[in-house]
Structure formats: structure tokens, C-alpha cells
DNA sequence: ATAAAGTTAAACCATATGGTTTAATATTGC
DNA sequence: GCAATATTAAACCATATGGTTTAACTTTAT
């Protein structure tokens, strides 16, 4: 097993490739596709872009280095599909930010900031 | 007031600025610090970090420019504060993916089984 | 006035990123 | 066998990133 802070740092990396996958809107688009219309290969998948099938294909493999696209290889078709789990958790980190930015609480924060003064 | 197509490109860049700030473990930490421990001048913020000050610095301004902190200059101390709007973009952007991951077999299988119900 | 403190600016370096174009590699179909 | 298809690999380019060190600037304190 692991140690904790092994563990810990794994957490960042994987947080780290998620995040900067996620930091450039033609990879935020190629997911919506996958959320919206389901998998498809990778020709599909670039078709709507005016970049070249290569820079798409870079894309994708951000993307499934991230963990948040697995590709199913069958002959020479790469059939990509949307593998939400790292989205799991980006809200497990989230989660933990909500109350601050959660309306009702925003007091509370002011509370913290002024609690943090002598 | 801005076209729908060109607010939607600055969603874009919010998202591009916001993501790619949360991409870099240092800046994690740091919004961690200001959440957990309120509001701090840079020399403090730095000060658990073993990078140079300038470093420090120059990462607070990323997260500066993606609107995740305020700073107050106040003569020559900068006090930096946690600014959680765009946390809430960034949720709001995850909550359309989160029918894909939150149990999503589990749905499934409540479905198959109303379906099938008399 | 001078020194110290808090912070950024500048110049620099190594590496990563996002794109291109031109191969190269497999696989499929005739 | 041969051509077309699906995809990646390679080489390249411009720019961004994350870090350094040294210098500059402003404010405070003695």
C-alpha cells in the first residue's frame, strides 16, 4: 500500500493532467461532443474543427492521459468515448471551495477573514 | 451589450484562465491557504513554500488574473484574499457532465427496472 | 537620511504546449 | 497486390510556463 503522502501526490498529479486537460476549450469541446452525441472516432470527432487531424488526435490523447476520454481500438478505428470519473473528482475538490462561494455563506467568510486578524 | 457569440467566447476564456490556474499544484495550495487560514500577504503566503519569492508571486497573479484572488494593497503589504466566483463557473460548468458520473449505472438499472415494471 | 521590508520587474533558462506539414503504420476493400 | 482509409509519429515552429537570480521600486522605521 501506499503511504499517505505518496497517495497524496499521486492525487495532485492526477489533479494536474485533469485540470490542464480541461484548460482549453477544444478539449472542453471534444467532451461536450462525447456527453452530447455519444463515442465516436477520432475523424468524427474533428470534423467540426478547423484544425488538422493531428492536433485534434494530440487533443485526444491529453485528454485520455487525463483519463476523461478511454479509446476502444478496433481495426484501424479508434472509437473514443467520455470517461467522467476524473470529473468525480474536480467536484470532490470543488466540494470543498462551495462554501465560499455559496451565497448564503458569504458572511461566514467574512467572519473567517476578520477571525484571522490579531 | 455583447453578442451572444462573443459573451460565449469570453465564457471560454474565463474557463481557459480559471482551469489552467487550478492546473498547477503551488496555486492549489495556495487557494487552500487563503480558504483555510483567511487572508495573507504574499511574504506569508510564500513563506511555506520552498521556490523564491518572485515565483511566489508570479503565481499569485495567475490566479490574480483568473479572478480566483482579490489583493488589497495597503502601502507596501499586498493582502491577497480568496475569490471564489469563478469556483462557482467552474461548478457550473461540471453540473452539466454530472448525470455521466454520478451513478450513472445505477440510473441505468432504475430505469430498466420502471420500464419494466407492470 | 539611510536602511530595511514587501513586492514586482527584468532577464534568462529549460521545458511544455498547441499548432503545422509531411511521413509512416495499420487495416480494409476491390 | 494495390489503393484508400484511419490514425499516429516525427520534425518543426512560435509562444507559454515555471522556475531562477539580480535589480528596481515603494513604503516604513530608526
Redesign the pocket.
Same mark, same amino acid.
Given at each position: 500500500m501506499l503511504s499517505s503522502a505518496a497517495r497524496h501526490l499521486d492525487d495532485d498529479d492526477d489533479l494536474d493532467r485533469v485540470f %490542464?486537460a480541461l484548460?482549453?476549450r477544444?478539449r472542453r469541446a471534444l467532451l461536450h461532443r462525447l456527453a452530447c452525441e455519444g463515442s465516436a472516432?477520432?475523424?468524427?470527432l474533428a470534423a467540426p474543427f478547423?484544425?488538422?487531424?493531428?492536433?485534434v488526435?494530440?487533443?485526444?490523447?491529453?485528454l485520455e492521459r487525463a483519463g476523461l476520454v478511454s479509446?476502444d481500438i478496433?481495426? %484501424?478505428?479508434?472509437t473514443c468515448s467520455l470517461a467522467p470519473r476524473p470529473l468525480a473528482s474536480v467536484e470532490a475538490w470543488l466540494s470543498f471551495y462551495r462554501p465560499f462561494w455559496s451565497d448564503t455563506l458569504d458572511a461566514l467568510a467574512r467572519f473567517v477573514e476578520q477571525d484571522d486578524a490579531p
Open positions: %490542464r484548460a482549453d477544444t472516432m477520432v475523424t468524427e478547423e484544425m488538422s487531424l493531428p492536433a488526435s494530440k487533443h485526444l490523447k491529453v479509446r478496433d481495426g %484501424r478505428v479508434h
